[in-house]
């Protein structure tokens, strides 16, 4: 089993930055990626951010160049900066864990970033 924690969140007024962390603990042997991702109100939840092992990161085109994905593969933490936020990217924000062994695919129970208007 793999325990993520995720921290961090809050309300930001818009043009605001936020800092998300989450840590991976547990049976953290062969983590492959680590990921962000998020749900808004009636909303399916989507990627933000992703990052492999070899540190190679993938943004959802729209956030590209406002947010930035960084990775600890020692500590196995996660953080993700965000930067110029907008109303439109309030939502709950979960990370993600990948690993090259079953089970593979874990979530944390997600943080809540509202931005104001």
């Known amino acids: 089993q793999v325990q993520l924690v995720e921290s961090g969140g809050g309300l930001v007024q818009a043009g605001g930055s936020l800092r998300l962390s989450c840590a991976a603990s547990g049976d953290t042997i062969c983590i492959s990626a680590m990921g962000w991702y998020r749900q808004a109100p009636g909303k399916e939840r989507e990627l933000v951010a992703a990052i492999t092992s070899r540190d190679s990161p993938n943004y959802a085109d729209s956030l590209k160049g406002r947010f930035t994905i960084s990775r600890d593969n020692a500590k196995n933490t996660l953080d993700l900066e965000m930067n110029s936020l907008k109303p439109e990217d309030t939502a709950v924000y979960y990370c993600?864990?990948?690993?090259?062994?079953?089970?593979?695919?874990?979530w944390g129970q997600g943080t809540q970033v509202t931005v104001s208007s």
């Open positions: 993600n864990v990948v690993r090259c062994v079953m089970p593979y695919d874990y």
